[in-house]
C-alpha cells in the first residue's frame, strides 16, 4: 500500500514525498517477492503490482538524479537493479530453477529438487482449471468439480512444503538459488569477462531507460522521452522489410535504413561510451525489443543504391553493429551469474543430436525424391527481381477456424541443413540425425538428450491456436500415425519441461521461436524458457520465417567455426558467421551471384540467448 501510495504521489508531482515512500517501500516489497511462494496463480498478480510500483520510481529517479530530492543517491546504480523486479521473470525462474538442480552433487537430492519443481508445475496447471471453471456464470459452474480441484491443490502444497523442508534441510541455499535476487552493477561485474558489458532497456509506458555497465569504468544510465508504445510501432515497421508477405525476391522491401539508425540513436548513442570499448554485449530487454536484434541497426547514418548489381549488394556498406559487437539476450541480469555458475558440460558428450523434416501427413511421408534446388534461369535483373523467394515454409494457419497437425507444410530443406551443421561438428550422420519418421515425440522422449553438446530442432514452432486445441507453444513432430507411435505429433511446453539437458546449445532453427507469447512478453518465447528449465546454457532462436539456403549457410558456418576453435564463444561464432554470410558472394548459380545476401533478411535471423561466452 505505500508502494502504491508512492504512485499516487509521483502522479500527483510530488516528488519529494513520493521519493521518501518508494525508498521505504520497495526494498520491503523486492525483498518479500523473492520469500514468497512462486506458484504462477499468484506470481502474475504479484508481479503486476511491482511492476506498477518499481516502474514509476524509475521513472521518478531518472526524473530528480541531480537535484537535491535525491542528494547522495547514484540513480543509475539504484534503477539498475529495479529493472529485473519489474520486467517479467518466468524464463529467470525456469533457469534458475535449472541451475540449483547442476549444482547439486547428490543425486538423491538432485531428484528431490527436481521432484518439488515438478509439483509447483501440477499445481499451477490446477489452478488454470480451477480458474476456468470458476469464470463460467453460476448457473454452469460443476460445484462438486471446483471442490474436487480444491483437494488435489492443497494435497499437491502439502507434498511440496514437506520435499520443500527436506531441501532446505540438506541444501540451505536453495531458496537464493531458485529466485535470486536483483544483482547490483558492482555484482554484475565480477560475473563479465574482459571485453564483455551489460546493456539493460527498460520500456516503460512513457519512457525508455538504458543501463550500461561494462566490466571496468563507469556505469552509463539515460533516459529517454519515448514509450513501449512508440517503440514497438518502430519495431514493427523495420519487421514489414523482414518478415515481408513477398514472393519473389523483387517483392522484398528496402529495410528502413533511416528508422533503424533513430533507433540507435535513442537506444544506444545515449550510452556509448560505455559499451563500445567492448567487444560483446549482454543485452536485457522488455516489450518489443525482443523482436528485433540489436546487431542490425546502423551505428551511423546510411543509405543504400538500390539499383546496385547484384541484387541488395548495396547493403554491405552499412555500419551494421553485428560488424563490430557480439550480441547476446539475456531474460534477466540475474541470469548471467546464474548461467556462468552452471558446471561444465560433460566431456563425454557427443557433439550432436538434431531432428527435422518430419511428415505431417502421409502424403508427406510418400514423397519419394528430395525437392530441387531453387533455380534461376538467368542473372539478368530483371529475372533474378521477379525469382521466387524460397523461404521456409511457415504454419500458415493463422486466421483458420479449424487446424490440425496434417495441415502444416513439409520442411524437405531442414534436413539438408542439419546435415550441413552434422558435417561441420564433424558428428556421426547415422548416430546424430534423425529425420523424417524418426523424428517422432516418442523418439524425442526416450532418447537421453544429457548425452549431446548441440540440441538441435529443425521444425516448425507453434504457439497457441495455431492449431486446434493448442493451448502453449509446441514443436511439430512427425504425425504418430505416420510414425505408428503414441502421442499427438507436438512436443508442447510441458514436456520440454520433462527433458534433461546438459546442452552448451539447444537450437530452434523454426519459424519465430524466438517470438514471445503476447504483448510485452519477454525475449524469449515459451520454448525457451522450458529449454533453460530442462538444462541448457544457450538457445539459437529464429525471428522471423528463414531464407532456406542462407540460414543453411549462416547455422552450418557458426558450427564450423566453433569447432575450428574451442575458444571461440557462441556470440563471437554467430556474429562472425553473419558478417561472413552479408559480405560474402551470396546465393549462387554456375558460379555466378545472382543475389546477394546483404539484406539483412537473409544475415540477421537469428538471436542467441544465454550465455554468449
Known amino acids: 500500500m505505500r508502494g502504491l501510495h508512492g504512485v499516487a504521489l509521483a502522479a500527483a508531482g510530488s516528488d519529494a514525498e513520493a521519493f521518501a515512500a518508494f525508498r521505504a517501500a520497495v526494498p520491503v516489497i523486492t525483498s518479500s517477492s523473492r520469500q514468497a511462494d512462486t506458484e504462477e496463480s499468484t506470481s502474475a498478480s504479484r508481479d503486476f503490482y511491482i511492476q506498477t510500483i518499481v516502474e514509476s520510481y524509475i521513472v521518478l529517479l531518472a526524473k530528480v538524479q541531480g537535484t537535491p530530492v535525491a542528494a547522495g543517491i547514484d540513480a543509475g546504480t539504484e534503477s539498475f537493479r529495479l529493472a529485473d523486479a519489474a520486467r517479467g521473470r518466468s524464463v529467470q525462474r525456469a533457469l534458475s530453477a535449472s541451475a540449483a538442480r547442476a549444482a547439486v552433487r547428490d543425486p538423491a537430492l538432485a531428484t528431490l529438487i527436481r521432484d518439488e519443481q515438478d509439483v509447483l508445475k501440477q499445481i499451477a496447471a490446477q489452478f488454470g482449471l480451477l480458474s476456468n471453471l470458476l469464470a463460467l456464470p453460476p448457473e454452469q459452474r460443476d460445484d462438486k468439480a471446483i471442490q474436487v480441484l480444491r483437494v488435489q491443490v492443497d494435497k499437491l502444497r502439502d507434498s511440496r512444503a514437506k520435499t520443500r523442508q527436506q531441501i532446505e534441510k540438506q541444501f540451505p541455499g536453495y531458496a537464493n538459488l531458485i529466485d535470486p535476487r536483483a544483482p547490483t552493477t558492482d555484482e554484475v561485474r565480477t560475473s563479465l569477462r574482459a571485453g564483455e558489458a551489460v546493456v539493460s532497456f527498460y520500456l516503460a509506458q512513457d519512457n525508455s531507460f538504458v543501463w550500461v555497465v561494462p566490466k571496468d569504468g563507469a556505469v552509463r544510465f539515460a533516459a529517454s522521452p519515448i514509450g513501449a508504445a512508440e517503440i514497438e510501432q518502430k519495431v514493427n515497421r523495420?519487421?514489414?522489410?523482414?518478415?515481408?508477405?513477398?514472393?519473389?525476391?523483387?517483392?522484398?522491401?528496402?529495410?528502413?535504413?533511416?528508422?533503424?539508425?533513430?533507433?540507435?540513436?535513442?537506444?544506444?548513442?545515449?550510452?556509448?561510451?560505455?559499451?563500445?570499448?567492448?567487444?560483446?554485449?549482454?543485452?536485457?530487454?522488455?516489450?518489443?525489443?525482443?523482436?528485433?536484434?540489436l546487431a542490425l541497426l546502423p551505428t551511423t547514418a546510411a543509405t543504400v543504391d538500390m539499383k546496385t548489381a547484384p541484387l541488395f549488394d548495396g547493403y554491405k556498406s552499412v555500419p551494421w553493429l553485428a560488424r563490430t559487437h557480439a550480441v547476446t539476450q539475456l531474460p534477466s541480469t540475474a541470469a548471467l551469474k546464474t548461467l556462468r555458475g552452471l558446471p561444465a558440460g560433460s566431456a563425454s558428450r557427443a557433439p550432436l543430436i538434431g531432428f527435422g523434416d518430419p511428415f505431417f501427413n502421409a502424403e508427406q511421408a510418400a514423397e519419394a525424391a528430395r525437392e530441387t534446388p531453387l533455380r534461376i534461369a538467368s542473372s539478368d535483373p530483371v529475372a533474378v527481381r521477379g525469382a521466387k523467394l524460397k523461404r521456409r515454409n511457415a504454419p500458415q494457419t493463422e486466421g483458420v477456424n479449424s487446424a490440425e497437425l496434417g495441415q502444416l507444410p513439409r520442411l524437405p530443406d531442414t534436413a539438408d541443413e542439419l546435415r550441413s551443421v552434422a558435417d561441420a561438428m564433424r558428428a556421426d550422420l547415422s548416430k546424430s540425425l534423425y529425420l523424417g519418421k524418426a523424428a517422432n515425440e516418442k523418439f524425442v522422449k526416450q532418447a537421453k538428450l544429457d548425452g549431446y553438446k548441440v540440441v538441435a530442432f529443425a521444425t516448425h514452432g507453434l504457439i497457441p491456436g495455431d492449431l486446434n486445441g493448442l493451448t502453449q507453444p509446441a514443436l511439430a513432430l512427425t504425425a504418430p500415425q505416420i510414425a505408428d507411435v503414441d502421442g499427438d505429433g507436438l512436443l508442447t511446453m510441458d514436456e520440454i519441461l520433462g527433458l534433461k539437458l546438459d546442452a552448451d546449445w539447444v537450437v530452434l532453427s523454426a519459424c519465430n521461436t524466438g517470438t514471445g507469447a503476447g504483448a510485452g512478453a519477454e525475449a524469449a518465447s515459451g520454448l525457451g524458457r522450458a529449454f533453460f528449465y530442462a538444462g541448457t546454457r544457450a538457445l539459437l532462436l529464429t525471428n522471423w520465417s528463414v531464407h532456406s539456403a542462407s540460414a543453411r549457410d549462416?547455422?552450418?558456418d557458426l558450427f564450423r567455426r566453433q569447432a575450428a576453435d574451442a575458444k571461440l564463444g557462441r556470440a563471437e561464432a554467430l556474429r562472425q558467421a553473419m558478417v561472413a554470410l552479408l559480405d560474402g558472394p551470396g546465393y549462387q548459380e554456375d558460379g555466378k551471384t545472382l543475389f546477394s545476401y546483404s539484406h539483412p533478411i537473409f544475415w540477421a535471423p537469428y538471436s542467441l540467448m544465454g550465455d554468449g561466452g
Open 554 to 556: 549462416l547455422v552450418t
Open 238 to 293: 523495420l519487421r514489414k522489410a523482414l518478415e515481408p508477405q513477398a514472393e519473389t525476391l523483387g517483392d522484398i522491401p528496402a529495410f528502413d535504413l533511416a528508422l533503424a539508425h533513430d533507433l540507435y540513436r535513442t537506444l544506444l548513442q545515449p550510452v556509448e561510451a560505455g559499451w563500445k570499448p567492448a567487444k560483446s554485449l549482454f543485452v536485457v530487454s522488455n516489450g518489443a525489443l525482443g523482436l528485433l536484434p
